[in-house]
């Protein structure tokens, strides 16, 4: 569970995860598909090597798309927030907004990615996110994680239906997937190879070191007796903590002079890129970050939500400096949250819960160094409930090209049932 956070809602400080990210994954999983669901044959690719690695990042409790990416040519956006709004670039104030179009700004702590961005590697898209009108943690992140909004039948994730819908890109891989915590990440439920690992500097068995050998050898024998598939289960578990020991997180030197935050996201991220040079067959790693559910005291030029977007901005800038440099295998990041804040501040300083937010997206062949939108504005009569940002650009358009032109994979109706996506041009063709 995450800790409690005093500046977040009641139902946002009263959610496990492990409460609703504790469906395993696997067979028993993908069995329990609803029927209507459509049927896939593996996708076979021959671009397989050159497929990209994914690492999705969700933000969990609710990100303010509006402080991240503010749209500081907007005159309502500092009517409606006279406290939380950040000043306009130019204005001579301190912690004024950067611009990066002239109609949208970046927040001065996500300053980290200006160089990602200024290069074309980044990615914003505004006025993004589900059209479900749920303002429920619980429910916006279930149905953005299964990629079916307002749907309670599918109990898969659709990063794991990418994963069961085509090819490893190394054939036997033990591990294919990696959920940075305790517990499998909605996402990459139903995924094959796919496992929840907390510290990947420290995975095997817990214990006295100095008994460790003899633990595993009466593991070993216990399980050889069981017959299948516990033998297997046990020696295949066996296998991946050994794949992992061979790696060396703790001695990983990142390239080009990256450095990570010594944070849980930065050292995740760090982990990730130590993980991803390897190459073992890692396709998919998520992460999660807590903490973005603000309602009071918000903090966007100084405070809890300048410091969340400063810890995020940096370890995404050290990732991006670590991965582009060498021989780095090629990578896409997406970050997303469940919906966005209000448009307008309530009375203690915050946000409460809105609509439409801001997705990013981080790569070497992202078409980047812009805010893809299609901007509602934000007069009363242009938000959605006269209150909130429109969301006019679905998430999984996004997640969908992703999936097409980065992970290799064309089944498209199978990661994303019932959807028809809409090409938005996130990757640059050629690439």
């Not at 977040?8 to 028993?28: K, T, W």
Request: glycine residues 12%.
């Amino acid at each position: 569970m995450h800790p409690i956070d005093r500046y977040a809602c009641a139902e946002y400080n009263a959610i496990s995860r492990r409460g609703f990210l504790s469906v395993g994954a696997g067979a028993a999983v993908l069995a329990s598909i609803p029927a209507w669901l459509p049927r896939v044959s593996l996708a076979r690719d021959h671009r397989s090597a050159q497929r990209d690695i994914i690492i999705s990042i969700y933000l969990r409790g609710a990100a303010d798309g509006l402080s991240i990416v503010p749209p500081h040519a907007e005159q309502v956006y500092h009517d409606l927030r006279p406290t939380v709004a950040l000043p306009r670039p130019g204005s001579g104030l301190p912690n004024s907004a950067i611009d990066l179009d002239g109609f949208f700004g970046l927040a001065p702590a996500m300053a980290p990615l200006l160089p990602a961005y200024n290069e074309s590697r980044l990615l914003f898209v505004h006025a993004c996110g589900s059209k479900n009108p749920s303002r429920s943690h619980f429910e916006a992140q279930q149905f953005m994680e299964v990629g079916k909004p307002g749907d309670t039948s599918i109990t898969t994730g659709w990063l794991g239906r990418h994963l069961a819908s085509i090819d490893p890109v190394r054939a036997g891989a033990l591990l294919r997937a990696v959920g940075m915590g305790f517990g499998l990440p909605q996402t990459l439920v139903g995924g094959p190879g796919a496992l929840p690992v907390s510290d990947l500097d420290n995975y095997g068995l817990l214990g006295n070191p100095s008994s460790a050998a003899s633990r595993r050898a009466t593991i070993e024998a216990m399980y050889a007796s069981a017959g299948t598939p516990l033998d297997h289960v046990a020696s295949t578990a066996l296998a991946t903590i050994d794949l992992l020991d061979a790696i060396d997180f703790a001695g990983y030197a990142p390239a080009g002079g990256a450095a990570y935050p010594s944070t849980p996201f930065g050292m995740s991220l760090r982990s990730s890129a130590a993980l991803m040079k390897a190459n073992i067959g890692v396709e998919a790693i998520s992460i999660d970050v807590t903490g973005w559910d603000t309602h009071n005291s918000q903090g966007t030029a100084s405070g809890v939500l300048a410091g969340l977007m400063n810890d995020l901005a940096r370890g995404l800038a050290a990732l991006d400096a670590d991965m582009t440099s060498g021989n780095a295998p090629s990578f896409t990041v997406v970050a997303m949250s469940e919906f966005g804040r209000r448009v307008m501040e309530n009375g203690s300083g915050g946000t409460d819960h809105g609509h439409g937010a801001v997705m990013m997206v981080l790569g070497p062949c992202v078409n980047g160094g812009q805010v893809m939108t299609q901007w509602p504005g934000l007069a009363r009569e242009q938000l959605y409930q006269e209150r909130d940002l429109e969301v006019t650009i679905d998430f999984r358009d996004i997640l969908a090209e992703i999936v097409q032109s980065r992970l290799g994979n064309p089944n498209l109706p199978f990661v994303f049932p019932g959807f028809v996506p809409t090409p938005r041009g996130v990757f640059i063709p050629s690439c």
